[in-house]
């Protein structure tokens, strides 16, 4: 066999070895070791939703554990996203009619800041509780790729189904009547989804928590003494992000915490200075 | 190392960076140059090109409604290089489901122009141009949060004596430099 038959043959076991993998890790391991024991360890169908406190727009905390025995909508929206917006009227006009019946909507906007929320709060006479969205909620609830993304939460706390983008407020209406059915003391087992529903991953609450610092946001400092961490923030203050933010890395950290490109670059350097 | 192995290692290191992106990149971009040098003084224009992929939008620069995030470029402040006002496409009207009336959107290929002036006091060197593409796209269901593209590319300045060579004739035409 020549040289080049070689380097051929190589690249495309490569290519088969790498596919294999990606599709081992996406349909078997990460599933299981996401997810599953998550779901298994509480028993039952669907996960429980992970519990958070926020504060809403008026001031007042929003802690899920207080809407136990409620059916939740709860809506991950931006006042920047016009399928988001489309979906708040019919959002107002369920909780206006099922209220009574245990209804509660939740609302989390993910803008920059609540000026604009606030305008759209007022402007679209919106009747539940708005909160303005922090990192470690989008991450417990699995991250964010797209808006909006709305969870139905049984009376039991579980989650039922998770929409990604703009649903039919009927969708909504239909499931959550379903929900109202349950007690809250068993799972709806019956429970079938209206619409297509997308798969409920959710993050690591205690990965989250130590990612979740001041010091370095989105970055598990956690293993780092308090001379090893100035050191450490030295360091990315010194490296420049390349995600086109003309900031340093620990300066995108802080401004930008969604930004992959410098949470990437503060973990590679985490990595190397643990070594050191 | 074996070409074969070698190939498996960029092959999974390319694997390995494409999953670990939570949203998708929808945009590509990248900055060219009309010259691959120019002379201090001088100006050269510069084009963004960028591409969409299918079944998303991004918005138009000056979009339709106050609440869309514009399509923008911004570069870096340099001493040697200065980027003029960038020229926008105009976008295409087009209707989605989430909206009662058709906003102005970018979606596929597209190109953006600036002209970068070379300063007087340059030195003869190789010089780095940086700045990003900053959008919002969506589809017609979902949106995905704002997102930027970096923009780079390598400025030569030469000295007077030395001919200036233009570059990628196919974004800019005969009229490369001035």
């Given amino acids: 066999m020549t040289k080049q038959a070689k380097v051929a043959v190589g690249a495309a076991a490569a290519i088969v070895l790498v596919a294999g993998l990606y599709l081992a890790n996406r349909y078997w391991i990460a599933p299981v070791t996401l997810q599953a024991p998550r779901v298994l360890a509480q028993g039952g169908d669907h996960p429980l939703a992970p519990t958070f406190t926020l504060t809403d727009l008026n001031g007042n905390k929003i802690s899920l554990a207080d809407y136990k025995g409620k059916v939740v909508i709860l809506d991950f929206w931006a006042t920047w996203c016009g399928p988001c917006r489309i979906e708040i009227p019919g959002f107002v006009d369920l909780q206006e009619r099922y209220r009574k019946d245990g209804l509660a909507v939740i609302g989390v906007a993910v803008d920059d800041g609540p000026d604009a929320v606030r305008q759209f709060y007022k402007e679209f006479k919106m009747n539940y509780p708005v909160a303005m969205g922090t990192d470690t909620v989008t991450a417990l609830y699995g991250g964010l790729p797209g808006l909006p993304t709305t969870f139905l939460i049984g009376r039991d706390g579980r989650i039922y189904a998770k929409h990604s983008g703009a649903v039919d407020p009927e969708v909504f209406e239909e499931e959550v009547k379903e929900l109202l059915s349950g007690s809250g003391n068993n799972e709806v087992a019956s429970f079938k989804p209206v619409a297509r529903t997308d798969k409920v991953t959710l993050g690591d609450p205690e990965k989250i928590a130590k990612e979740d610092n001041p010091e370095v946001p989105g970055i598990d400092i956690s293993g780092l003494t308090p001379a090893r961490l100035a050191a450490y923030k030295k360091q990315i203050s010194s490296e420049k992000c390349d995600c086109g933010c003309n900031m340093n890395v620990l300066e995108c950290r802080h401004e930008h915490h969604s930004c992959e490109v410098s949470k990437k670059l503060a973990n590679e350097a985490l990595k190397s200075f643990a070594k050191s | ?178």
């Avoid at chain 2, 192995?5 to 290191?13: E, G, K, P, R, S």
């Avoid at chain 2, 390598?154 to 233009?166: D, I, Q």
């Fill in chain 2, 1 to 178: 190392m074996n070409p074969a192995l070698t190939t498996l290692v960029i092959v999974m290191a390319g694997a390995a960076a494409a999953t670990s992106q939570n949203a998708p990149q929808v945009v590509k971009a990248h900055l060219v140059l009309a010259a691959h040098t120019v002379h201090q003084g001088s100006r050269v224009k510069a084009a963004i090109e960028a591409e969409v992929a299918p079944g998303y939008h991004i918005n138009d620069h000056h979009p339709t409604l106050d609440y869309l995030i514009p399509t923008q470029v911004l570069f870096e402040p340099s001493q040697e290089i200065e980027a003029g006002e960038v020229s926008y496409p105009k976008g295409k009207l087009q209707r989605f489901g989430f909206l009662d009336r058709p906003i102005s959107v970018y979606e596929g290929k597209l190109v953006l122009t600036t002209t970068l002036s070379i300063s007087k006091a340059a030195r003869p060197g190789q010089y780095m141009l940086k700045g990003k593409l900053s959008y919002q796209a969506c589809n017609d269901r979902a949106c995905l949060p704002p997102a930027s593209v970096p923009l780079s590319a390598e400025v030569t300045v030469v000295g007077a004596r030395s001919a200036v060579r233009p570059a990628n004739g196919g974004a800019f035409g005969s009229s490369a430099s001035r």
